[in-house]
């Protein structure tokens, strides 16, 4: 069983930043990512990442001004996110899977509760 608690989330202006933080327990996975969801809208990827090798993915959206990185030591994948639009507005989701790296949302198996990001124009 895996745990995953997302933290970070919150209220920013845009051009602002924010930091999301994943703490995953129990068993973990090789691959951990990032998705979002907004109000109305699919389920979205964001960014993914190898515990190992740490790979990295992102979305053509936030490409550039979205990094992810992991801690192993910590058990913690990190989502930082500069420059944020109004766009950027969801519920980001961390979530897991073995191994290799997907964009598919119905490829990854355990996720966090999420946590709100709201970018005021």
């Known amino acids: 069983q895996v745990q995953l608690v997302e933290s970070g989330g919150g209220l920013v202006q845009a051009g602002g930043s924010l930091r999301l933080s994943c703490a995953a327990s129990?068993?973990?996975?090789?691959?951990m990512a990032w998705f979002r969801q907004a109000l109305g809208k699919e389920c979205e990827f964001v960014a993914t990442?190898?515990?190992?090798?740490?790979?990295?993915d992102y979305a053509d959206s936030v490409k550039g001004r979205f990094t992810m990185s992991r801690d192993n030591l910590k058990n913690t994948v990190y989502l930082q996110m500069n420059s944020l639009k109004p766009e950027d507005t969801a519920v980001y989701y961390c979530?897991?899977?073995?191994?290799?790296?997907?964009?598919?949302?119905?490829?990854?198996?355990?996720w966090g509760q999420g946590t709100q990001v709201t970018v005021s124009s």
């Open positions: 990442v190898t515990w190992s090798g740490g790979n990295t």
């Open positions: 129990g068993r973990t996975y090789s691959t």
């Open positions: 979530t897991t899977r073995r191994y290799g790296s997907s964009r598919q949302a119905g490829d990854y198996l355990y």
